[in-house]
């Protein structure tokens, strides 16, 4: 490489959907939350499986959601991750309870870290990865 070539960042790993999952980052894409719901359970169901979890029933359907919910607990990472992610530190990694009730993992955007509550109530925020059909689901606090 010289000196004149560009250096392009580590791509980053991104998700790669297979069937199961795939209703779940369409609706990303969509700007929607979209996960399973199980009426022989009457409950709501993520990660994406093939059989409700209490039943082992194959009843589950696809439901868009507010995507709303509180930060359930969270961590703040000063050091990569992986080494992909090598300057996104502080990297504030979430758990957040959805309103639904499941729980899931993502990142938190948009706030300070004096700020952040476990608690407090979060809002889905939907990140296009450019030069790809990618949306990545993140959280913001909430107004």
Request: overall charge negative.
């Amino acid at each position: 490489m010289t000196a004149d070539t560009p250096q392009r960042p580590p791509e980053r790993p991104l998700p790669t959907p297979i069937d199961r999952t795939q209703p779940f980052w369409d609706g990303l894409r969509e700007r929607q939350v979209r996960i399973q719901y199980s009426p022989s359970s009457d409950q709501w169901v993520f990660y994406p499986r093939s059989h409700a979890p209490l039943t082992l029933a194959d009843d589950l359907e696809w439901r868009d959601i507010s995507g709303e919910g509180t930060l359930y607990t969270y961590t703040i990472a000063r050091r990569p991750t992986a080494p992909d992610f090598a300057g996104d530190e502080p990297q504030i990694i979430a758990v957040v309870e959805l309103d639904e009730g499941p729980r899931l993992t993502s990142t938190l955007v948009n706030v300070n870290e004096g700020e952040i509550e476990v608690g407090m109530r979060v809002r889905p925020v939907f990140e296009d990865v450019p030069e790809t059909e990618t949306t990545l689901l993140r959280y913001e606090p909430a107004p």
